[in-house]
């Protein structure tokens, strides 16, 4: 030991001195405080409690509002707004390299136990996988003006109570669902996810299930990943198609147009992609305008496509869900409210790490407890 220094700490508590030995490596050069690292302060002036907590309220509302109102009002921790946007993206970013590492929370038997999965009309337990993407504004160096980056969001998730009846749906049901999201490789995202699902007892799920928008790279995403499972495209984004195309077809408002509209919805859901192909292609559109038979034989061709992923009769007779709700609303949950918000604008390593921090958060509870749980608080 070299000496006794002194360092000032924020805890829970107020504001405290600390005195702790200081070690110097004459071999290497390079100078520790052992106590630092075994109670977690490393270069930080926080306690891992006031961590957590300023983190807390950093995933929840701006750096401003947390600084100015939030820690304040809930637990009197005094910290000027560049405090609160370090700790919280300093957390962030630790978190994305130990997902990167491989690292999975929740380790403790009673937190790793597989999900009871829902069940099919059939009996069969069913697991849930969705991938989507959205918009974060981004500015560069000295507030210079940069492009949007696309932040994927990924969710493994169990939905809860969709096939039981209110007589046998319990009180309260367990919050299951493992979000991540941040400016994702698809590749690296997929290895992530996988972990995450494995975890769930994704594998044990008699019945897997892959829901999306059908964006581009999103299908091959899911048969890489998750071969075994049954890709099904959003049957409301496919039914927008049809909404476009009548439109088009008969003009906005047009009674004729509904009709026609309201016989291709329910023939997509009663009879499938397929049979909604067919039925465009036999619509005659020879002698319309350059414009309507373009917009006809894209759709046309969507509907081609996709079919595959179209069989709404079976996925609903199976009580399998059709709609990418969750995902949609997983981006606006995990990415838009916080990342979002009028005039917001971000550089983008802090709003990758506030992107991963967040999923991490609204995440099944014992996600965030096990991340925290390395050092005393």
């Not at 306690?47 to 401003?64: D, I, K, N, R, Y």
């Not at 949950?333 to 790490?353: F, Y």
């Amino acid at each position: 030991m070299v000496s006794r220094r002194p360092k000032r700490i924020i805890s829970l508590l107020g504001e405290m001195p600390l005195k702790r030995a200081y070690y110097h490596c004459p071999e290497c050069g390079q100078g520790y405080f052992p106590l630092d690292e075994e109670v977690g302060l490393g270069a930080s002036h926080l306690t891992p409690a006031a961590s957590e907590v300023t983190c807390l309220a950093g995933v929840q509302t701006s750096f401003a509002q947390a600084s100015e109102t939030t820690l304040r009002k809930m637990c009197g921790l005094r910290l000027s707004e560049s405090t609160v946007e370090r700790t919280t993206e300093s957390a962030g970013e630790r978190l994305k390299e130990l997902l990167a590492a491989g690292e999975t929370f929740a380790k403790l038997p009673e937190e790793s136990q597989p999900w009871e999965w829902e069940c099919d009309v059939h009996g069969r337990t069913c697991a849930y996988v969705g991938l989507d993407a959205t918009g974060v504004r981004q500015q560069g160096e000295g507030g210079a003006k940069a492009d949007g980056r696309m932040a994927y969001v990924g969710l493994i998730y169990n939905p809860r109570g969709a096939a039981r009846t209110l007589q046998r749906r319990p009180a309260a049901l367990p919050h299951q669902v493992r979000y991540l999201a941040g400016f994702y490789e698809l590749d690296a995202l997929g290895l992530e996810l996988r972990r995450q699902a494995a975890q769930t007892g994704w594998d044990e799920a008699q019945q897997q299930i892959a829901l999306s928008d059908g964006g581009s790279g999103l299908e091959d995403f899911f048969r890489k990943n998750f071969p075994l499972a049954t890709v099904i495209l959003d049957f409301w984004h496919a039914k927008e198609h049809l909404v476009e195309l009548a439109k088009v077809l008969f003009g906005d408002g047009s009674e004729e147009g509904q009709t026609w509209l309201d016989e291709r919805c329910h023939q997509l859901k009663h009879a499938g992609g397929a049979a909604v192909r067919a039925a465009l292609e036999a619509f005659d559109v020879s002698s319309r305008s350059e414009a309507v038979r373009e917009a006809h034989r894209c759709e046309t061709n969507y509907f081609r496509n996709h079919q595959h992923k179209m069989d709404y009769p079976r996925y609903l007779a199976n009580g399998w869900q059709i709609g990418s709700g969750p995902v949609e609303s997983a981006c606006k949950t995990v990415v838009n409210a916080r990342l979002c918000g009028s005039g917001m604008r971000w550089g983008s390593p802090g709003s990758d790490a506030l992107c991963h921090l967040r999923a991490l958060y609204l995440s099944e509870p014992t996600q965030w407890e096990a991340f925290w749980r390395d050092h005393p608080n």
